[in-house]
């Protein structure tokens, strides 16, 4: 089937929202065997009608988001009326839910919200649980002059577009797919080699075979590598691939580095301290961004100057002064430091020069230091040139950190 979203709003054109619903429905339809094969957003008005003419002809089934709120510039509902012929007729139940909405948030009822209460002749109404505005569902008809596909209609907000297309929409789409084969998705999270690199080492010999689809995503320090293929196919090759990418696979099943990192600490009972300058709390904010971080993450100490360095850490000034701040020495030390003074098992560090101005001919900007630091352990440390943007540097580096833990925690008994 031919899957098109439409998303709706002068909002998004002008970047005062940024669109959520492309890669969500991407992860949720794929399941089922769906995949968007188009994807469109429009201002408001009858922007919306031309591109829903337009879809009409090549879609099987059209997912249309936003537009169906109570003020004049949601007007999805009506255009969708209009296209199909179909008048509007009130939906009791719908206007019910919204006095009842009303009342137990402590709103005043608006007239104008009435027109959420409205819907085309044959539409099956989808409840919002979580919002005005529910959504709205059109079967698929054909006529001897014309067709139309399956419409479904959705509220903007994702707060309230997700839940309902969970409860409806998702199992709506299974139901009309009931019996047809499915491909099945595989990612392959690898750290510390490029996609090229990559590619030349197992995703030509996968996309010469003509039954997969190979693809690729990079991102800072890290490369998705996408098989779509029959599971009986993915299950042929999975060992090559493997043995491709050995300890640069980080997850197949999805999972970020700071989740895998958290599972490996909490599995072996051990607990993390950070000592960051150059990436800003960053990593202790990638860990306790994760439920459940506060069972082993114990400290994370943000020394952005020297006398922080100093007076947290215990990192000497005359360390600083002979080897500089982004350094071997002040790296170790700076992770050494935290361990002592938050009495976790493990800790890492970062000290770095993100630029763009603070380099040198000896230390570039991009020069980032690392340590891992571990009770009773030899402190590790390493270099790495990061030629970057400051948040990507960042991110880079952090990704660096947490996949050197990582590797050790996986080599621990």
Known sequence: MRVELINTGSELLLGNVRDAHLSWFGRELFPLGLRIGRQGTVPDGTPIRDLLLEAFGRSDVIIVTGGLGPTTDDITR??????????????????????????????????????????????????????????????AAESPSSRT?????????????????RKHVLPMLAGLLEGSGRDECRIYKVVGMGESLLEAKVGLELSARGDIEVGYCARPN???????????????????????????????????????????LRGQGATLATAESCTGGLLANRLTD???????????????????????????????????????????????????????????STTGIAGPDGGTPEKPVGTVWMALAEAGRETESWRENLLTDRITFKQAATQSALNRLRIRLRATP
């Open 149 to 165: 596909p399956h419409l479904f209609l959705l509220p903007g907000p994702p707060r309230e577009l997700q839940p309902m297309a």
């Open 290 to 348: 994760i439920p459940g971080a506060s069972a082993v993450f114990l400290q994370g100490f943000v020394t952005y100057s020297n006398d922080s360095k100093t007076s947290l850490l215990g990192v000497s000034h005359g360390m600083i002064e002979r080897h500089g701040a982004v350094s071997e020495e002040v790296a170790r030390a700076m992770a050494e430091g935290a361990l002592a003074r938050s009495g976790a098992r493990y800790a890492l």
């Open 78 to 139: 009506e255009l969708v009326s209009e296209i199909l012929a179909r008048r509007l007729i009130p939906h009791p139940e719908t206007l019910e839910r919204i006095h009842e909405r009303c009342r137990r948030r402590g709103f005043a009822f608006q007239e104008r919200m009435a027109r959420q209460a409205m819907a085309p002749e044959g539409a099956v109404v989808l409840p919002n649980e979580n919002g005005t505005a529910p959504g709205l569902y059109l079967p």
């Open 222 to 264: 890290e490369v998705d590598f996408r098989l779509i293929a029959p599971t009986a196919v993915l299950n042929e090759v999975e060992p090559l691939v493997l043995a491709a990418v050995g300890e640069h696979l980080v997850s197949d099943d999805m999972e970020s580095m700071e989740e895998i990192v958290l599972g490996l």
